[in-house]
């Protein structure tokens, strides 16, 4: 984690740290996330004796192409969980601008308080000037998010809940998958949704006490 980005998640939260919780609650939170069939896409590290690293009993077992992976973008805010949509091809500023427009805003206008905040964090394709001009176009503030800073985004405890039931009812294709995904988004009950903006003080301080770095959100 660099310097500037270090300074600018203490920045973000010694600023946010006394904001009220009807500040939080008017949120409107998003991200993507890719679901694979077979587990994570991320590192495994398995502990190994010297000179048996090729062993079976100390290999992970894996299955070819994983199983392949759905891509999905969502949003939730302190009253419930929003919409999730699958992403058919690959996200570009043009993809992500029509589902703010097809999506996002049509749920915002339905759905949040009439003060509304959006946070999406520095992705290029978010931050793009096609994007940008969306948003501005639609009167849509964007809370000014500071970079690699999951820990302080709630959605990502919400993706943790949608993995572990994936990984539990272990899909048999992709078509199951995405169903999987959207039945436990859904299933997420409205005081997870609340407990998780609820967190956002105590986010701020643990970034504040852990001097800027990584917290165990």
Known sequence: MSKKNIKSRLSFSKEHLNKPITFWKNILWSDESKFCRFGSDGKQY?????????????????????????????????????????????????????????????FAEDNMPLMWKFMHDNDPKHTSRLVKSCLEENNITVLKW??????????ENLWNDVE?????????????LWEEIQKAWYAIPKERCMALVESLPRRCTAVIQNKGFPTKY
Do not use: C
């Not at 392949?68 to 043009?94: C, E, L, R, Y």
């Not at 500071?146 to 959605?155: F, G, R, T």
């Open 146 to 155: 500071p970079a690699q800073s999951p820990d302080l985004n709630p959605i």
């Open 46 to 106: 398995v502990w190994r004796p010297p000179n048996l690293e090729h062993h079976p009993k100390y290999t992970l077992k894996t299955v070819k192409h994983g199983g392949g992976n759905v891509m999905v973008w969502a949003a939730f805010s302190w009253h419930g969980v929003g919409p999730i949509h699958k992403i058919i091809t690959k996200m570009d500023q043009h993809i992500y601008k029509n589902i703010l427009t097809s999506i996002m805003i049509p």
């Open 164 to 176: 572990e039931h994936v990984r539990a009812v272990k899909p048999k294709n992709l078509s199951d």
